[in-house]
């Protein structure tokens, strides 16, 4: 096995974070959160996308730091479309499931509210069956299941509106693909969350009001970093096995296959990390910035402990 | 996690007091499917082309209801004049083991220049050319083609002969069901042709495929709402087309004032008949204003300047080309 870390300096956490005003700070607040992951970024490589994940939060420390026992764990995964390397795949989202099981968890739960044909075509549900873990779909045209939530540091966007199924879980790991996206060029970490607001309003991060096009896409990516300040996922294990590097989100794209899974807490740096597996720098990318800006994480890959390995 | 958050739930729903949701459209019954053109006249005659079983009814949306098939990535057909679009899924089994699926997108714009513009905008130079449609290109594992106002992706999941000539077949067997008809945009006939990459050419029609080709600024600085990008050996050209050249003039003085302003950009400096400056990669970027169009060279220093002289040479006994809309 190939190893390397890259050691410079450790990231400063932030003390700027609002805890009280943090979304999914669950019972992790009172025991692995506060206590440092050996290492700020896990990155596994290698064609068993299973044992990859094991692999890279086995490195920061093992799911025990994340979930506790009896804890209630919910996963966002991305199932947008099942075109190739659109969607997380399945056996990344099996290997989180299993290791939660394996801490203890209480309940684990897939939520989204993307229909059910999505899970089932990108061979997620299948897996979540198997594991036994839940799925749990959102209507996404029905309002009422979505909790107003107030971002008192929104630049763009001022109010959240969360899925309310989110807050009966105590863990949030989010485990997004990462890819090309329209306009601002990059998905990961910090858009995936998108993924719990409701559609209604992530519409409004695209369009300015539903009434007006909007040029700006500096828009979207405000809305992004103004949303991951109210949320904050305890854990996030993102694909980067393969991936499309054009024509994102839904692709067909040029696909690029790093056979990567990278493990981490901070989503600024996590996403930072995944521009360069395509030559983009995190600094070209809008909401990346907007994110530092927030305090929500560290963008400087050379302030981070990053551990790439190959399984 | 509940608790934690009461007090600003509380707050929040005294904020939404008066806020009334806007209900995202319903989605359409079958019978309301059925109604005016039916995007579904595009998908290949019978359930199995070539052997390949369609799965399921397919999923159709029309304008903004796109959104609800596929979120942000609706954004870019709406800039190109979406109308509608049908999606239906094929798969073909050898065995338990062996099985294969195909996608098929069929998306019908309100124009042939909008169907051009999202083929140039998905398609790149990689893969073959195949004999469907206009510029049918089988890239990888998916191929790209139009025809008409229509626009197609048929998408395979790997990249193995099988799969690849189940792809040619069913884009064949949409292809035969589109009216035939539509012509490359006028303006694309202004790109100097020498050293252009095959299928080096991007037709834009507003500012999202613009950023996505080459960001000058997340805003619309230039009010781009027609252009084309050219893709060369070592560089790239852009040429944006206004109604005349009094707006092309004004949008060329908005953007440049944006440009001067932007950390990003260093060594702004006056030429003769243009501007020229440094992006934060090194490259060069050559402005001018020229008639009814702004032209734009993106490379290294001396070959932007050399790009633009050609150019110009070429737009300059070309400045009225036929309305392509």
Known sequence: ?311 | MRNRFLSLLTLSFTLMVGVSGTALPARRSPVEQEDSRNVTQYLPAGRSPDGWIAQGDGQIARGEDLYQLIDGGAEIFHEYGFEQAVFMSYERKNGDEDKRSINLEIYEMESPAGAYGMYTFRSSERGEEVSIGNGGRLEDYYLNFWKGNVFVSVIGFDSDQVTAEGVKAIAAAVETRITPGGKEPHLVDLLPVEGLKPNGVEYLRGNLALCNNYRLSSGNIFGVKEGVIGVYKDHRVFLFSYENETESLKWFTRGLNHLKNNPDLSGFARLAEGYTMKDSRGSHLCLESCGKFILMVLGTEKNALTAMKHLKKRIGPLQSPAPSR
């Open chain 1, 1 to 311: 096995m190939a190893e390397k870390i890259t050691r410079r300096t450790f990231i400063k956490r932030s003390a700027a974070f609002g805890a009280s005003t943090i979304v999914g700070a669950g019972v992790l607040s009172n025991c692995a959160r506060n206590t440092k992951p050996p290492v700020d970024i896990a990155v596994i490589q290698g064609g068993d996308y299973f044992e990859n994940t094991m692999r890279a939060i086995e490195s920061l420390g093992g799911m025990e730091r994340f979930v506790s026992k009896g804890s209630r764990v919910a996963i966002l995964a991305n199932p947008q479309r099942n075109n190739p390397g659109a969607y997380t795949k399945p056996e990344i989202v099996r290997a989180v499931i299993s290791m939660c099981n394996q801490a203890g968890a209480g309940a684990i739960s897939c939520l989204s509210w993307l229909p059910e044909e999505n899970w089932e075509n990108t061979g997620i549900k299948t897996v979540v069956e198997e594991e036994g873990a839940g799925l749990v779909i959102v209507d996404r045209k029905d309002e009422t299941l979505f909790e107003p939530v107030p971002i008192p540091e929104g630049i763009s966007l001022k109010e959240a509106r969360i899925m309310k199924s989110f807050f009966d879980y105590d863990i949030f790991i989010d485990v997004p693909v990462t890819k090309d996206h329209i306009g601002n060029r990059f998905t990961g970490t910090m858009k995936n969350l998108m993924g719990l607001n409701s559609p209604l309003s992530n519409r409004s991060f695209h369009r300015d009001g539903w009434e007006t096009d909007i040029d700006a896409i500096t828009h979207l990516d405000q809305c992004i970093a103004d949303l991951n300040t109210v949320i904050s996922p305890d854990l996030c294990v993102v694909d980067a096995t393969e991936f499309i590097t054009t024509n994102g989100p839904f692709g067909p794209g040029e696909l690029l296959k790093p056979e990567k899974v990278i493990a981490g807490t901070d989503r600024v740096a996590i996403d930072a990390y995944c521009c360069t597996l395509w030559g983009l720098r995190g600094d070209e990318i809008i909401h990346i910035n907007k994110a530092y800006e927030h305090g929500i994480g560290e963008m400087d890959l050379t302030k981070l402990l990053v551990y790439e390995a190959e399984a």
